[in-house]
């Protein structure tokens, strides 16, 4: 018996059917990543569960947020 997550899922669907052209159907297959159903469940696990940050990471980040807050009203 379904319970009522799974009830609500599928009443939120929505298909969407529309005709593109060649150039963009090869842009979308390009973007387009397959997975196995191992890479795919490791790749949620690690959406819910990230490993920590390393230093590297930590490093990148503070340079981004400097980068961000240098920006004067110029570039607005």
């Known amino acids: ?34 997975l196995t159903r191992r890479e795919s469940l490791r790749l949620l696990e690690l959406l819910d569960a990230p490993p920590p940050r390393n230093e590297k990471f930590v490093q990148a980040q503070a340079r981004y947020q400097r980068t961000k807050t240098d920006v004067g009203p110029a570039a607005e």
């Open 1 to 34: 018996m379904p319970n009522k997550e799974s009830i609500m899922q599928a009443q939120n669907r929505r298909r969407l059917t529309t005709r593109i052209t060649g150039h963009v159907l090869d842009t979308l297959k390009l973007a387009t990543i397959t």
